[in-house]
């Protein structure tokens, strides 16, 4: 790819992004359909790694599946195009850069739900989303190979 083209990628990348962190910003912290119609009066937190993906799975009959997978799924989902537009908007990336970055947001998300009250502190959520961030990473990274090949063979035929 020129570096015209790297660069427009990136730019398009960085817009996306934005875009992407609004919309997070509002699904975890101010949406009704999440449950975030109100802060509550005590603190609700986990600090116990696995105990609500136990939960979730031991209780998926009275649970229902949708909320079973919108916990476990979508906390990898949501995170999923960060990882992606993390790589993409970047000249620097890495496995372990998204990996930490990934990290940091979910952590921060957590904190600042912790905080105002609004959701839970959660350390399985911290896996989830990280664990979806770099997926979004690896995504990324088939992403741009099959590309470059997809590039180098209509180079090639001319």
């Keep these: 790819m020129s570096k015209k083209k790297e660069k427009r990628f990136r730019i398009l990348g960085k817009v996306l992004f934005v875009f992407y962190i609004i919309f997070l910003i509002y699904f975890l912290c101010f949406s009704e359909w999440y449950g975030r119609v109100g802060t509550t009066t005590e603190y609700r937190y986990n600090l116990e790694l696995f105990k609500e993906i136990k939960r979730f799975v031991a209780y998926r009959e009275e649970l229902g599946i949708f909320a079973v ?31 930490v970055y990934s990290f940091g947001l979910s952590l921060g998300v957590e ?25 979004g990473y690896l995504i990324f990274l088939a992403f741009r190979r099959h590309s470059v090949k997809r590039h180098s063979r209509g180079v090639n035929r001319k």
Aim: glycine content about 10%; overall charge positive.
């Design 69 to 99: 997978y919108t916990n476990l799924l979508g906390n990898i989902l949501i995170f999923v195009p960060y990882g992606f537009l993390v790589a993409m908007a970047s000249r620097y990336r890495g496995f372990w850069k998204t990996f």
């Design 111 to 135: 904190v600042f739900q912790l905080v105002t009250r609004v959701g839970s502190f959660d350390v399985d959520d911290i896996l989830l989303n990280t664990l979806g961030g770099v997926l």
